[in-house]
């Protein structure tokens, strides 16, 4: 199932680009489900809530919290979430890339670019959802996406894996062993006791990560170096 929302705070707009999104998924086999919003603080409400998105649509120029500001807010809780802005104006082409989105849109150019976008966008998830690291324990076996895991911290003989959905999965497994198995580019040593995926590191302040849920992590004093420099690349790979 893909998960979208459009949010636009012009009613005939946001009827315009659900009109094509439900045109795009009637020539494919895809589930989906999509959700309109005319106010981005609604659609805010939601993804704080829990809500999960795969695709967010959003106009730029809203009152209260504009497109920037809401993808701000979306990227530091989910950065997974894929956000294609949509909007009249083109003058915000390059401001748009200080909140990384997936694709920008003129609407006078949507119709074309649109259906591109979304093929491409679900080309992404697909490939996000092939990369899971498989978990064998007493309780059976589990697949976790490795977008899904925020850090791993080893206690005793077992490791704990904490999910994006705030749930854990034990291993009996050592933080080495489990290290080898992850994209390597994706995840980073904190300490001897803590990996990260970089992902979900907002900033690094002094000897402590600073993570998307919240949460604060201290770094290895000799590992606080390339930990800067391992978050820098990171962004800049993916902006």
């Known amino acids: 199932m893909i998960n979208i929302a459009i949010c636009d705070d012009s009613q005939a707009e946001l009827e315009a680009v659900y009109d094509e999104v439900e045109h795009y998924f009637s020539k494919t086999y895809y589930t989906y489900q999509v ?31 504009d497109g920037f500001d809401l993808a701000y807010k979306v990227k530091q809780k989910r950065p997974e979430t894929l956000i294609i802005f949509i909007t009249f104006d083109e003058k915000y082409v390059y401001e748009a890339f200080r909140v990384q989105p997936y694709r920008f849109i003129p609407k006078k150019r949507m119709q074309d670019m649109l259906p591109r976008a979304l093929a491409e966008a679900i080309g992404t998830l697909n ?28 206690h005793e003989k077992y490791a704990y894996i904490e999910k994006s959905d ?15 198995r992850l994209p390597q580019n994706n995840f980073l040593w904190l300490d001897r006791g803590c990996i990260c995926n970089l992902a979900y590191i907002t900033k690094i302040k002094g000897d402590c990560a600073y993570l998307t849920n919240g949460e604060v992590q201290q770094i290895g004093r000799e590992r606080i170096r390339e930990a800067k420099e391992r978050l820098y690349k990171y962004i800049m790979r993916i902006s």
Not at 136 to 141: A, E
């Open 35 to 65: 959700q309109k919003f005319n106010q981005s603080k609604a659609l805010w409400y939601e993804i704080d809530d829990g809500k999960s998105f795969d695709i967010l649509l959003l106009d730029i120029e809203m009152p209260e919290m």
């Open 127 to 154: 490939k996000q959802c092939e990369r899971v690291f498989l978990v064998k324990n007493q309780q059976g076996v589990e697949k976790i996406p490795i977008k899904n895991i925020v850090y791993i911290w080893h």
């Open 166 to 180: 705030n749930q854990n999965t034990k291993v009996r497994k050592t933080l080495k062993e489990i290290y080898e």
